[in-house]
């Protein structure tokens, strides 16, 4: 894994020994193709950030500020050393996403939201997308006119209730990925 394009491009990234499942690049080239120039001068929240990857590739194409949110101290570990090797600069919360959303950002903070949660695989498993998608915190966050990206198992179908316009929708093998932004 390495960052695609930008200041730090074809770096590298330390994976963590973990069970995480780290974004593939064809997927992050993909989410970051799509969005283009908004990502210059963004201000990023990479929650379930694992290594970093998105938050690190949005600061190496020229977002403003990235936050990346991990409760996992073995990832957040990579995190640090990832921002170190690519001579970019972060804030690290060590934390549960929830707990994150819920005492930190302020109204409209963020202009780019990844998540990239563990999948429910089988059932009783805990399903991260619904508690998102409903999350009023994680909306609370989302500047007017952001973009929350999911990535989420393949054919899941999203709670978007009457909150979240899907906008644009990508398969890449195990993963797909969800361009969602809040209805006025």
């Excluded at 690519?86 to 963020?110: C, W």
């Amino acid at each position: 894994m390495r960052v695609i394009a930008g200041s730090a491009g074809g770096l590298p990234l330390l994976l963590p020994k973990s069970d995480l499942r780290p974004t593939m690049d064809v997927v992050k080239g993909a989410m970051f193709s799509s969005l283009g120039d908004f990502i210059v001068g963004a201000r990023v929240l990479d929650l379930f950030a694992g290594s970093g990857a998105l938050g690190i590739e949005a600061l190496s194409r020229g977002a403003a500020s990235a936050t990346f949110v991990e409760s996992d101290r073995r990832a957040v570990a990579a995190i640090e050393r990832n921002l170190e090797r690519t001579k970019l600069t972060g804030e690290v919360q060590p934390m549960d996403i929830f707990r994150y959303l819920d005492r930190y950002p302020t109204q409209g903070k963020y202009d780019v939201i990844f998540a990239d949660p563990p999948y429910a695989k089988v059932a009783g498993e805990r399903d991260f997308t619904p508690e998102l998608l409903g999350s009023e915190s994680l909306r609370n966050a989302l500047a007017p006119n952001g973009i929350f990206i999911l990535e989420h198992l393949p054919g899941a179908k999203l709670p978007v209730r009457q909150v979240w316009e899907c906008f644009r929708q990508k398969r890449y093998g195990a993963t797909e990925v969800a361009f969602l932004r809040l209805l006025n």
